[in-house]
Every structure is written in structure tokens, then in C-alpha cells.
């Protein structure tokens, strides 16, 4: 004989709406043998935390139903319940008080609507649709609206979607072509709220560029206007290019974009101009293009261009390719100029393009100014048909260039728009000898024929020096010795050369076991070879009755030393060297 029990939780239906399950707890016992109890005994069944009291007897070998409850249960606000249930019976007979319980998890009711968009992605201006996915019919609901960190809207009352015009997004991005937004959707049972779902969105800025239609331009450059006789043609590379915007033409924006400036391009160049209501101009000079395009451009970046084509005359600089000034025959003071060059022979429009002036001026090495322009187009051929001009040797007059003296000179030629100048430089001219036939020799200059005499120093006659009509010559001994001047032979004067009147003579003679008093000889060197070319190396040949006994010596003459050469001591060339040696040398 024996008396078992069970107590079990049916899940009936659900009201989502309510956040309500409908369940029914049942207790049951069954007897077997001869267990039983034919009077009603009292228990007790507590549900979800509530006591119910029943009472019921138990018949012999059967199973019997002795409590049972169906009722509504709450849910929790996130829609989810678990049902306790337990039960105490007295059965009246030797079982006793029997007990029993059990829990069911019950089927979680929706609760907060799962908001999404028709597009996540979209181009502000399209109306998007709100989807609220709501789980019951009676839930309504609240969208909170965000965009770019600031709040776009609340829209209350929103049942099962939502149709939203995204215009108004534009306000929120004026400077920016693209931003994230959020949808915060609320959930409510009548006044109740049950949670709340959201959902990421980006908005995109199209279709927002600026109005901009026209503008104006013209050239402002003076002169390369009287060369047109037009405004609205252009001298490239020397035209100034003046844009205006007038307040009629200025740009406009869209979408609650602002106007913030304009970027005017012309080949390379760009020039900003900031945006204004009033008449506004930018002018880029020297402008080198065909044509001038204006970018209108608004606080989000998105420009507008307008491009116009520009009426240009092509030009080309004129330019000297060559240019040489020298001295007549290297020496003197008659001067001769060669160059050549090129010119654009174009018509501008209202005039002509000439070679306006070719022009010299000129300096000394030792100035640093130069002297005025001197006109020299009379020596030059220009010639229309090719562009071209050019001279071959012709003699700058009216000037002077003094022999000894060198001269930076810088050329220039300009035509109606350009110039080009380049330096060049002249020699001295200076002369170390010259000699005129059956005249006589000069040393330091050209020969002059009023000076006359056999030998001109200085630009003075030797002779009548000698003879005191001029300076006379103040005469020194500078050295004294006896010197093959071979290679490791250097003399030391006692004066430099520089500081004599005219120079130095050098005293040779004769050599044969020890210096002997014959067969001396003279020779002058110019005080000149020292300061033109100091330490250069000098011949001077010494002759004797027999020619097995001549010689020639190589020295290196500075201003203040002489040294030898190795092949000035011992027979080199045919030529005995050992023969002769240097006596003394004279400042003269």
C-alpha cells in the first residue's frame, strides 16, 4: 500500500500586450493497495508566492486530481518568467503530510520594439521610413532623433513606422559633407515604458554645390593695353589679369551651406579671394594660359566652376644670342662690337612690335658704377621680315676706352614689352712690344711716330732720356755675383722690381774655370712683365765668336727673386750652357 503525489505548471496562452501568461498548477495523488481516505483533508498550494487552500479526500487504488488553479501571471519588465509552485496535503492516513513542488520557465514575452530604417546609408532630402517591428498593436512609441551630436528632433506617437523627411539634416552638417546619426525608439504599453532599441544611420550631403554663372575679366596692364587697343586681349606672360565678381553674379548656396571664398586659376597660378555680397576683383599679373576658371566654394568644400576662354597674343622675349666687344687687332683704344640677336616681329593689335633701342654702358675693373647708356642701334641691321638683328666689327665712337685699362660692359636691347641684357668684358689692351718698320721698337705701348728715336720706353724716347732731356734714369745695383742659375739657384733682389723706374737689366759674361771680364751682356726686362706676369719664365741668349761656346738661360722672374732652371748649367741643345753666368743685375 503506498500513496505518491505530483504537481505540475501548464503553460496555457499569452498576452503580450499585458506582459501576461495564463497557467494552471494541478496537484494529483494516487493510491495504491488498500491506502485511502474517504473524508475530505485540508492542504495548501502556493503560486508564484500565493497561498491557496484546498481540501479533498483520496479513493482507494486511483489517481486523483485534488487541486487545481488556472490564473494569470505577471511577467518581468524584460518579458521573461519563471513559476514557483509547491503544495502540503494531509492525507488522513499513515502517509501523512505529503509534499511536493516544482518551477517552469515560461515562454519570454516580446517587450521592446526592435527599431530599423528603410535605408542606413542614405542622401540627406530622402524620406526615410521608421520601422518600429513593434510587438504588439497596442505599443506605441517615442523617436529620439541625433545627428552629428546634436539632437534633429522627438517625434512622439509613433505606432508601427514613421515616414521622416531628412531635410532637415542639412542644418546640422553646414560645414561637412557627411555625418552619423542615431534613432533612440522608445517603447511604451499605454503609459508604461518598456525599453528602448536603437539604430545607427550616416547621412551624405549631394547635390549641394554652389550657383556660380559668370564673372568678368580683363587686362589692367597699361601698357600692354595701348599695344592691343583692347582690354579683352592678352599679351601672355606680361598682361595683368583682373577677375570681378559683381554682386549680381556672385555665388549662392544650397542646404544651409555658407559661401566662403573663390579660387581663380590661370595655367600655374591661383589667387583666393574671399566671398563678399559686394563687388569683389583679384588680379594675377603676368598671367601665362589660355584660359581663367573661377571655383566657387562653400563652407562644406563643394565648389562650382566657371571657365572662360582668354583672347592671347603669343609673344616671345627678344634675346641676345651673341655679343663680343674687343680692342682693334687686340691692342689700342678703337673699339669693335659683333652681336647678334632675335625679336618677335608680331602686331599686338594697335601696334607693331620694334626694336626700341640697342645701348652699351660701361665701367672700369676697379668702379663700381657703371656710366650712362650709350645708343649704338646705328651700328646695328634689323631686319622686319625674320626678327633678327645683328652688326659684324662695326667701331664704337664718341667714347673713350684707355689702353692699360680694363672695362666691364653690359649690352641691352629692348623691343615694345622686353629687354635682355649681357655682361661682357674688354682687355686693356696693353702692349709688352711693337715696332714700326724703319722706325724703330717700343717697349710697354704702340710705337709712336711724334715720340720717334729708335727706342721708345714708357712712352718715352730712350734716347732723349739718356741725353737728359728727360728723367734721368736712377741706376742700382739690385745683386752682384756669379750664378749659372741652374734649378737650385734663386737670387733675392735688394729692391723689388716693382719699385724701380723702369725695370731691371741683367749683366751676363763670360765663364771659363771662373767668371772672366768679357763678352758681357745687357738685356732689359720692364718693370711691366713683373706685374702682368709675375714668376713666368724668360729666354735670354748669349752668343760667342765661337759658336761651340753659345749659350741660353731660362729664368723665373718675380718681384723681388730670380730663379734658374736645370738646364741652365752644362750643354743642352747644342747650346753651352756652362759658358756663361750672371754678373749682376741693374735697376734702372
Not at 182 to 208: K, P
Amino acid at each position: 500500500m503506498a500513496v505518491s503525489s505530483n504537481i505540475s505548471i501548464t503553460q496555457n496562452s499569452q498576452n503580450i500586450a499585458n506582459n501576461k501568461t495564463n497557467i494552471t498548477v494541478r496537484v494529483q495523488v494516487t493510491t495504491t493497495g488498500g491506502s485511502y481516505n474517504g473524508y475530505s483533508k485540508p492542504g495548501i498550494c502556493t503560486i508564484d508566492g500565493t497561498p491557496y487552500d484546498f481540501s479533498h479526500n483520496i479513493p482507494q487504488n486511483s489517481t486523483t486530481t485534488i487541486f487545481e488553479k488556472t490564473l494569470d501571471v505577471t511577467h518581468d519588465s524584460n518579458g521573461e518568467k519563471t513559476v514557483y509552485a509547491s503544495f502540503s496535503f494531509q492525507t488522513g492516513i499513515s502517509a501523512g503530510t505529503i509534499t511536493g513542488s516544482t518551477s517552469k520557465k515560461l515562454t519570454t514575452i516580446p517587450r521592446t520594439s526592435e527599431v530599423s530604417l528603410s535605408k542606413k546609408n542614405f542622401n540627406i532630402g530622402a524620406t526615410i521610413t521608421i520601422y518600429t517591428n513593434r510587438k504588439s498593436a497596442s505599443f506605441t512609441h517615442t523617436a529620439v532623433i541625433k545627428f552629428n551630436g546634436q539632437t534633429v528632433r522627438t517625434q512622439t506617437g509613433i505606432d508601427a513606422s514613421y515616414s521622416w523627411n531628412t531635410n532637415e539634416l542639412f542644418a546640422k552638417i553646414p560645414n561637412q559633407n557627411q555625418a552619423n546619426g542615431t534613432v533612440e525608439l522608445t517603447t511604451y504599453s499605454g503609459g508604461t515604458r518598456i525599453g528602448t532599441s536603437a539604430v545607427n544611420f550616416t547621412g551624405y550631403v549631394v547635390n549641394s554645390d554652389p550657383v556660380f554663372n559668370n564673372f568678368d575679366c580683363e587686362d589692367t596692364n597699361t601698357v600692354t593695353k595701348t599695344l592691343t587697343g583692347n582690354n579683352q586681349k592678352y599679351i601672355r606672360k606680361y598682361s595683368n589679369l583682373k577677375v570681378t565678381i559683381t554682386s549680381a553674379n556672385k555665388m549662392t548656396t544650397k542646404n544651409s551651406a555658407t559661401p566662403k571664398y573663390y579660387n581663380i586659376v590661370v595655367g600655374n597660378k591661383i589667387e583666393k579671394l574671399d566671398y563678399s555680397t559686394s563687388e569683389i576683383s583679384k588680379t594675377i599679373n603676368n598671367m601665362d594660359d589660355n584660359t581663367v576658371t573661377v571655383f566657387a566654394v562653400d563652407s562644406r568644400g563643394n565648389q562650382k566652376d566657371k571657365t572662360k576662354a582668354l583672347d592671347i597674343v603669343e609673344y616671345s622675349e627678344t634675346v641676345l644670342q651673341s655679343v663680343k666687344i674687343e680692342r682693334k687687332e687686340g691692342v689700342g683704344e678703337t673699339v669693335l662690337i659683333s652681336l647678334s640677336g632675335k625679336y618677335a616681329n608680331i602686331n599686338f593689335g594697335a601696334k607693331t612690335n620694334t626694336v626700341k633701342s640697342i645701348q652699351y654702358r660701361k665701367k672700369s675693373k676697379t668702379e663700381t658704377e657703371f656710366e650712362s647708356w650709350v645708343e649704338i642701334k646705328q651700328l646695328v641691321t634689323i631686319n622686319t621680315e625674320n626678327g633678327t638683328f645683328s652688326c659684324d666689327s662695326k667701331e664704337i665712337t664718341g667714347q673713350t676706352f684707355t689702353l692699360g685699362t680694363e672695362y666691364d660692359i653690359e649690352v641691352q636691347v629692348k623691343d615694345e614689352l622686353s629687354s635682355d641684357t649681357e655682361p661682357v668684358s674688354l682687355n686693356s689692351g696693353k702692349v709688352l712690344l711693337s715696332a714700326l718698320k724703319n722706325k724703330g721698337i717700343s717697349i710697354g705701348g704702340i710705337y709712336n711716330e711724334k715720340l720717334g728715336g729708335p727706342l721708345q720706353l714708357d712712352k718715352k724716347n730712350v734716347i732723349d732720356w739718356i741725353n737728359g732731356k728727360q728723367d734721368k734714369i736712377i741706376q742700382k745695383v739690385l745683386w752682384s755675383g756669379i750664378q749659372y742659375m741652374t734649378a737650385d739657384h734663386t737670387i733675392t733682389l735688394s729692391e723689388p722690381i716693382s719699385q724701380q723706374t723702369s725695370g731691371i737689366v741683367l749683366i751676363f759674361s763670360a765663364y771659363d774655370s771662373g767668371a772672366k771680364p768679357y763678352n758681357f751682356h745687357c738685356f732689359f726686362v720692364p718693370k711691366q712683365f713683373v706685374s702682368l706676369y709675375n714668376g713666368k719664365g724668360m729666354y735670354f741668349s748669349l752668343v760667342d765668336f765661337d759658336p761651340a761656346n753659345d749659350a741660353r738661360k731660362y729664368l723665373y722672374i718675380k718681384d723681388t727673386t730670380i730663379q734658374g732652371n736645370a738646364n741652365n748649367g752644362g750643354v743642352h741643345h747644342n747650346l753651352n750652357n756652362s759658358k756663361f753666368v750672371l754678373r749682376e743685375v741693374i735697376g734702372v
